[in-house]
């Protein structure tokens, strides 16, 4: 379902939700493939389309952020980046195709 609200935003929930977030990661996947970067806005939409929903996107770090790459999460453990990959599934997720580790999990030691 999309809802218009006023102004310049949308509301989309439910299956059309679920298909937005799959056309964004192919489209994606179609740039890697053909050797464009992936674009930055696609992945800030799909990391904001969470499964439950939210109220609104925040407007910005407050503190540290909460997500880490796999060579942050490599250094914080005092591991290397191969083993952060094979942590990664227990970590994290995967927004765009770019691993994204809470940093709880990973300051929990990884476990």
Known sequence: MIQELP????????????????????????????GLAPLQAYATLVGVMSPDGHADIDSGPVGQPEGMSIHEAAAALGI?????????????RKVAGVWVLDRAAVLEGGE
Do not use: E, M, Y
Request: aromatic share 2%; no cysteine; hydrophobic share 45%.
């Open 7 to 34: 102004g310049d935003a949308l509301v989309v929930s439910g299956v059309t939700r679920r298909i937005l977030a799959q056309a964004l990661a192919d489209a994606q996947r179609w740039r890697a493939r053909n």
């Open 80 to 92: 290397t980046a191969r083993h952060a990959r094979r942590l990664a599934p227990r970590l994290g």
